[in-house]
């Protein structure tokens, strides 16, 4: 996750607020739109202590022991970039979200609404450690999170019970209703014209499960604009790959079937993510002393000398 996102997410999760449950939420479709159709997205219940009106945390804060296995993923997922950056750019760790990870697994491991192999957690933690060596990894947006990490959390939940995570259902059903502080529903994915988009998914963005909505989708189509949205067909007019959905990408303005080309494969804009359209050939991070226009095109950050505007790739430690 990028580090303005934590500070929004921490911030919406723990910020004490007190307004009521409903508030700045989006009205539902008319009951002209197929209304009937969906199932209801509200919470069961807001997670409120007994005799107060504060607001807890959707994953309640309890004196149990970190689950050792959450202990040692949480670790590498949070752990490991914030030690190994302020080893590299010589300061002490910054803000690390590893405790609140291991607190937030370590609770949904206790109530078996999800599972993670041990084997493929020990995988992610090694290519953590190999993602984070030595310093040239070092920039604004940090080394991406290797491929074994994505896809570690099961869901065990059924439909129509309730869910404090997608990542706590079975495959196929949404958390729907679910926020930083109230509790959701396993559910079916919403149809078109239902509003979505509009909550924080805690456990998925602690454990940076960045593709868990591939298994667990919010819409039965798409989400654009806040609202679930029809699938283009194939050969239709597009402007996003995610408007042509899973398989297909947006060509040349048309659905397609196909991928997103990789490394070294020809492209005419776009790459697979990771990858940059560099003179019609898709390329990886450029390595430390490439030239470079912007950080993204580096595997640290791209480094300016004064007012020019050309730079070169290296370890950065400020975030501009």
């Known amino acids: 996750m990028r580090p303005a996102f934590l500070l929004l997410f921490v911030f919406a999760a723990f910020g004490g607020c007190t307004c009521g449950k409903d508030a700045g939420r989006e009205a539902a479709p008319s009951a ?20 107060d009106d504060e607001v807890r945390p959707v994953y309640p804060k309890t004196n149990d022991p970190p689950d050792p ?3 040692k993923l949480c670790e590498a997922l949070h752990g490991v970039p914030t030690k190994r950056k302020a080893t590299c750019c010589g300061h002490a760790p910054g803000f690390s979200l590893a405790a609140e990870c291991t607190r937030t697994l370590s609770y949904a491991l206790r109530e078996k609404a999800v599972s993670v192999d041990a084997a493929a957690a020990d995988a992610c933690i090694a290519a953590m450690e190999k993602a984070h060596d030595g310093c040239d990894w070092v920039g604004p947006t940090g080394a991406p999170l290797p491929a074994a990490c994505d896809g570690l959390v099961r869901g065990t939940v ?3 019970k309730p869910c404090r995570s997608s990542l706590e259902c079975s495959d196929g059903l949404r958390c729907l ?11 079916k994915p919403l149809p078109t014209g239902y509003p979505c988009g509009v909550s924080v998914d805690t456990l998925a963005a602690l454990t940076r499960q960045d593709t868990f909505e591939a298994r667990h989708p919010e819409c039965s189509g798409y989400c654009g604009q806040r609202r679930c949205r029809d ?10 790959d995610v408007e042509c959905g899973a398989g297909k990408i947006c060509d040349e303005g048309k659905c397609r079937a196909g991928a997103l080309p990789r490394e070294g494969q020809r492209c005419k804009r776009v790459c697979a993510p990771g990858f940059s359209c560099e003179v019609g050939t898709c390329i990886g991070p450029k390595e430390p002393g490439a030239p470079c226009d912007y950080d993204i095109e580096c595997r640290g950050g791209c480094l300016h000398r004064g007012a020019s505007k050309a730079g070169t790739c290296g370890m950065k430690c400020s975030m501009l």
């Open 32 to 51: 002209s739109a197929s209304a009937s159709a969906a199932p209801s997205a509200s919470a069961p219940t807001a997670n409120k202590s007994s005799g």
């Open 69 to 71: 296995l959450a202990e």
């Open 177 to 187: 209703g679910v926020g930083p502080t109230d509790m959701g529903t396993c559910r």
């Open 231 to 240: 699938l283009v067909v194939e050969g239709g007019a597009c402007k996003l």
């Open 158 to 160: 059924a439909a129509d």
